[in-house]
């Protein structure tokens, strides 16, 4: 069996220079050195310790500036913070606003709990500002979900200018905006989040998953309102109770000691190395903007992404066909291709040349492919 290469799945690149075995032996050793071992051991109903608030509040400051620690939710991953926000915000059938092509997470969410997703048309700058309008005037959505830097799976990282359209519209309409960030990070000079022209209308998620490594588990969700964050955290423990205390300590000692922000700084190397590579290799087919996690690439008539993403499967690669990320009833032509699973950079280069072969070539010309 041929083995597989995973382009499929959204993971920071392990960054070179980085003794990730040291740091996590140095983090745990300060953790139970600093810490009462049967804290760590009980649980934690608050969603985070007031160290924790805090730590979450200093990691966020180059993204959103000076935070009330107290606004602050830490959660087991972005997932369950998004899952959490529509059982706490929404109730069974109704609307949630999205983009066409929008991360798998929410959709898988939306469905278990009987809440429904309308896509919004986006352009080449993200949701346009006049159809978000007219969706919120016709559907009175219950929330209205964006993923603006960096945004999975496109990669385009929505201009400042869009992000306070989006913004004013959500506060002409009285539309609660989430906003899933777990790119900003990585992204170049990227623009202000959303949640900072419009604080009150909008709940900001930042997972560590993305941008450090998502063993950790840890997410960070701004709620403004108190009895929202209350409802919320309720909402939370009914699924996943807390985030792990062992982790959420690890993840403090991290941000608090600078080691967070040296790894941050490995992977977004590591990660700008990698599209480098991919630029060189897919030629005019790629698309990204130098930063990040993962490519979309938009594939030539003679494939459709389902065919593309078999065939590249029976040559050993897994990649992400765009139906996985569609929101309506209609898709793009397309797949994602992610960075940073393979450990090793020659394994990636040989993977990314057999893509490049099957893009160049016609299905009929492609012994495994499905006619």
Same mark, same amino acid.
């Given at each position: ?286 698309? &990204?903007? @130098?930063?990040?996690?993962? +490519?979309? /690439?938009? %594939? ?6 389902? $065919? !593309? ?18 929101? &309506?009833? @209609?898709?793009?032509?397309? +797949?994602? /291709?992610? %960075? ?6 020659? $394994? !990636? ?23």
């Amino acid at each position: 069996m041929t083995p597989v290469l995973d382009l499929s799945m959204n993971v920071p690149p392990p960054p070179q220079g980085v003794d990730f075995d040291d740091m996590m032996k140095q983090g745990l050793a300060q953790v139970l050195m600093r810490s009462d071992n049967g804290l760590l051991m009980t649980y934690h109903l608050g969603g985070g310790s007031d160290s924790d608030r805090q730590a979450a509040a200093r990691w966020l400051e180059p993204v959103l500036g000076h935070l009330d620690p107290g606004q602050l939710v830490v959660c087991p991953g972005a997932q369950a913070a998004i899952a959490a926000l529509l059982l706490a915000l929404t109730g069974p059938g109704d609307v949630i606003l999205a983009e066409p092509m929008s991360y798998p997470g929410l959709r898988a969410a939306a469905a278990q709990l009987g809440r429904r997703i309308v896509a919004v048309e986006a352009d080449r700058q993200g949701m346009v500002p006049a159809m978000l309008e007219e969706a919120c005037r016709r559907h009175k959505p219950a929330l209205v979900y964006l993923n603006p830097t960096l945004q999975n799976p496109t990669a385009i990282t929505m201009p400042e200018r869009r992000r306070k359209e989006l913004a004013g519209i959500a506060k002409r309409c009285n539309a609660r905006v989430v906003e899933d960030d777990p790119y900003w990070l990585l992204a170049d000079a990227p623009p202000p989040p959303i949640a900072t022209f419009a604080p009150e209308r909008v709940y900001y998620i930042s997972t560590l998953s993305k941008c450090l490594t998502p063993g950790l588990r840890v997410a960070f969700v701004r709620v403004p309102d108190p009895q929202e964050r209350e409802r919320f955290l309720v909402a939370l423990r009914s699924f996943a109770l807390m985030a792990a205390p062992l982790t959420v300590a690890l993840a403090t000692q991290w941000i608090l000691d600078g080691s967070a922000a040296g790894l941050l700084e490995g992977v977004r190397s590591e990660a700008r190395l990698r599209h480098r590579m991919a630029r060189d290799i897919l030629a005019g087919r790629y698309s &990204g903007a @130098g930063d990040g996690l993962h +490519v979309w /690439i938009e %594939l030539p008539a003679y494939w459709n992404s389902p $065919q !593309l993403a078999h065939a590249a499967g029976s040559e050993g690669i897994a990649v992400m066909p765009a139906e996985a990320f569609a929101t &309506g009833s @209609g898709s793009v032509n397309a +797949v994602r /291709i992610s %960075l940073g699973t393979v450990k090793d950079r020659g $394994q !990636l280069q040989a993977g990314l040349q057999r893509l490049s072969y099957l893009l160049a070539r016609r299905p009929g010309s492609v012994s495994a492919a499905v006619v």
